[in-house]
């Protein structure tokens, strides 16, 4: 008897076993949505953002522009119209609210470049910087100040005075070399420099000659 | 008897199977902060630049202030009534139940720093981890003889017209560049000149 009515359950067995697995897969329907969470996760996320790895100076760029490093990439986040106005040497326009379309992430997610994202300040570039860092984009860097303090370090330097120390100096001339190298040009520079070049040459020259003349001619 | 311990090896089978997804869901922690909004949303968000608050209208009653800078900085001065919470202590429990109550009582969390940029990191990242009462400050915060001074600040504007400096400051060195010219053409023809006259005098 007991043979004979196990029997009739475990004919059943498989289609029992059949519903077990199929309310099993119905409960992966039930898991929260994955794509909600992509990206790193917040903790690390936080941990980035408030390291300031991610900063350069605008000195470090002018010095990679003006040397021609192949090695870096720079986006400007501003709106086009901007831009158009003005924007760094070489830098491709991502609108904010283009960051992440599919023709950006070719720009942005890749190995082969560090990219540079700059804005007026550092503020819409940060927040482009966190989206991109939570999506595990690598090798990005955000330009500290954005152009506005390119402005007032690179394109127009202010002229240490005289207690400042030695290294305000270097710092200095090395800038008003870097915004020679955009643009920007001196009246005192062009003054300064080629005096001392032409001064000495004249008045050494004619003295040695004029006073050679008069012993010739009296022979 | 052959058929029934098939069965029984399969039955085993099963139940072991059950018993390890069982074990594996008790043993799951669930994250303790998990986004729940994408990145997209995020972006959305950002661009409607409704979050920003001025610090004319930091008076309305919906407004919790919170400080974000460090201790020691909220404790030389802070704006009257703010909350200290440091941003690598954002994700702390603590904090994280401060700012659900936050969102149970209906008021909105305003983020402030030393400047708006520094604002901006946890603000962000609030916002995609689902706390949608968040906003900004946007002040400067600056201390003149241990007392803190507060000032509204801008963010995003442009300083300066670029363009327009370096074209003047060529205009205005165009100008000069020319002498640089003059000069050399100067020292060449008085060299010759000179020796002329000196073999002639022989």
Redesign the interface.
């Known amino acids: 008897m007991i043979n004979r009515k196990?029997a009739k359950v475990?004919s059943f067995?498989y289609k029992i076993?059949a519903l077990?697995f199929i309310v099993?897969a119905g409960g992966l329907v039930l898991l929260?949505k994955y794509?909600?969470?992509?990206?790193i996760?917040?903790?690390k996320?936080?941990g980035n953002?408030?390291s300031s790895e991610r900063y350069i100076s605008s000195d470090e760029l002018a010095h990679k522009i003006i040397n021609q490093d192949p090695s870096f990439l720079l986006i400007d986040v501003r709106d086009e119209e901007?831009y158009s106005?003005?924007s760094l040497p070489n830098s491709v326009n991502i609108p904010?609210?283009k960051?992440?379309e599919e023709d950006s992430e070719s720009y942005l997610n890749q190995d082969g470049f560090d990219v540079i994202l700059f804005?007026?300040?550092?503020?819409?570039s940060?927040?482009a910087w966190?989206?991109c860092n939570?999506?595990e984009y690598k090798n990005l860097r955000v330009l500290e100040g954005g152009?506005?303090t390119?402005?007032?370090t690179v394109?127009?330097p202010v002229e240490p005075t005289e207690n400042q120390p030695a290294s305000d100096f270097e710092l200095y001339s090395f800038r008003k070399a870097a915004s020679m190298y955009?643009?920007?040009?001196?009246?005192d520079?062009?003054?300064a420099d080629?005096p001392p070049k032409?001064k000495a040459?004249?008045k050494i020259?004619?003295v040695k000659?004029?006073k050679?003349?008069p012993v010739?001619?009296g022979? | 008897m052959k058929e029934?311990e098939k069965?029984k090896r399969?039955?085993i089978a099963?139940v072991l199977f059950?018993l390890v997804?069982i074990i594996a869901l008790l043993a799951y922690e669930k994250?303790?902060?998990?986004?729940?909004?994408?990145?997209?949303v995020?972006?959305n968000k950002?661009?409607t630049k409704d979050y920003f608050v001025n610090f004319t209208d930091i008076n309305n009653p919906e407004y919790v202030l919170i400080d974000i800078r460090n201790r020691y900085e909220y404790e030389k001065g802070h704006i009257e009534n703010a909350i200290n919470i440091h941003?690598?202590d954002?994700?702390n429990n603590t904090n994280s139940k401060v700012f659900k109550e936050l969102i149970k009582d209906k008021k909105i969390a305003v983020l402030y720093g030393s400047d708006?940029?520094e604002a901006?990191?946890?603000f962000?990242?609030l916002y995609?981890?689902g706390y949608s009462n968040i906003k900004i400050l946007l002040v400067n915060n600056s201390y003149a003889q241990n007392k803190l001074i507060t000032k509204s600040s801008i963010?995003?504007?442009?300083?300066?017209?670029?363009?327009a400096?370096?074209k003047e400051?060529?205009k205005?060195?165009?100008?000069?560049?020319k002498?640089?010219k003059k000069?050399?053409k100067?020292?060449v023809p008085?060299?010759k000149k000179?020796?002329m006259?000196?073999e002639g005098?022989?």
């Open positions: 196990l475990l067995r076993l077990v099993l929260p794509e909600k969470h992509e990206g996760k917040p903790e996320l936080l953002a408030m901007s106005k003005y904010l609210e960051l992440l804005s007026n300040d550092n503020f819409y940060d927040q966190l989206l939570r999506l152009i506005n390119w402005f007032t394109i127009k955009f643009g920007v040009a001196y009246p520079q062009t003054k080629p032409k040459p004249k020259v004619p000659k004029k050679k003349l010739e001619g022979c | 029934l069965t399969i039955s099963a059950i997804v994250p303790k902060h998990l986004y729940k909004i994408n990145t997209e995020a972006l950002l661009l941003t690598p954002l994700l708006p940029a901006n990191m946890p962000m990242l995609q981890l963010i995003g504007n442009s300083v300066a017209d670029v363009t400096y370096i400051s060529q205005n060195a165009a100008i000069k560049p002498p640089k000069v050399p100067k020292i008085v060299k000179k020796k006259p000196v005098g022989c």
